[in-house]
């Protein structure tokens, strides 16, 4: 059976493009990826991103069905828009319904940067303005503080996918500040993940990005290193000694 080592449930935006794609390429020997999408519109307003939380609901049940080891929410803004106790309840929702630890992007998103010690990053994002005040809100309910942030300013979704990584790159290397920790470029639909290891050699601070976040967070969960070299210092963590939690026991039940 694919997944050997460990199955991951990646519950996405329907409209998403990158995040599968992301999640498959850098998935090791022995890990596999099973998908499902919410269901929902594409110009990201609050309605919209409200109405992810019940969607998301009908997605897991269908990705329950190859019992993952661990359940990413894979929407940055549909897990932070109304709050950390929001993002709590998503996770027990999921958790209940496939029988496995849930994370989501928001939270690896707090998560990653607790784990860094950062208290002052800058973020970019593709967000219109009402979305990057409710991430401002939501890093600072975790005790961090959004000191620039540079946005794309972009309402369709969709239209998030189409932005180069070069255009991140640039985007971010226009953001960044001198008196900040690091860098966090929200969105698990604009796709970092290829200049990641690049910024951060060049700007000399780590930067994270929405996919690689909740890729970490997700492997913890399982308990397994991937060995991936070339997507940021944060994913090479995973490698050091003592980084990996004990994998959870699934609270299935045997059939």
């Known amino acids: ?43 990201g307003t609050p309605e919209e991103l409200r109405s992810m939380e019940n969607a998301s609901k009908a997605a897991a049940r269908d990705v329950a069905m190859v019992e993952p080891d661990v359940v990413a929410y894979g929407c940055t803004s549909g897990s932070f828009f109304e ?80 932005i180069e990584p070069s255009e991140i790159y640039q985007k971010v290397k226009e953001t960044n500040s001198s008196d900040t920790e690091a860098i966090f470029v929200a969105c698990t639909q604009l796709r970092a993940l290829e200049v990641v290891d690049m910024l951060e050699r060049d700007l000399g601070k780590p930067v994270y990005s929405a996919v690689q976040a909740s890729a970490w967070q997700a492997y913890m969960e399982m308990g397994v290193d991937p060995r991936i070299t070339d997507c ?12 990996l939690k004990q994998p959870a026991k699934k609270l299935r039940k045997s059939a």
Not at 108 to 115: K, Q, R, Y
Not at 136 to 141: D, G, I
């Open 232 to 243: 940021g210092s944060l994913l090479r963590k995973l490698s050091e000694p003592g980084a």
């Open 1 to 43: 059976m694919y997944g050997w080592r460990g199955r991951i449930g990646l519950l996405v935006p329907s409209i998403n493009t990158t995040m599968e794609t992301e999640f498959w390429r850098i998935a090791p020997p022995g890990v596999s990826v099973h998908s499902a999408r919410i269901a929902g519109g594409r110009h």
């Open 83 to 162: 709050g950390p106790e929001w993002n709590r309840r998503i996770c027990e929702q999921l958790t209940e319904i496939t029988g496995a630890p849930t994370v989501t992007t928001a939270g690896a998103m707090a998560a990653c940067l607790a784990a860094g010690g950062h208290r002052r990053v800058d973020v970019v994002t593709p967000y219109v303005e009402l979305t990057n005040e409710r991430l401002k809100q939501f890093l600072r309910a975790h005790g961090i503080e959004v000191n620039r942030l540079g946005t794309f300013d972009m309402l369709d979704m969709f239209d998030h996918a189409k």
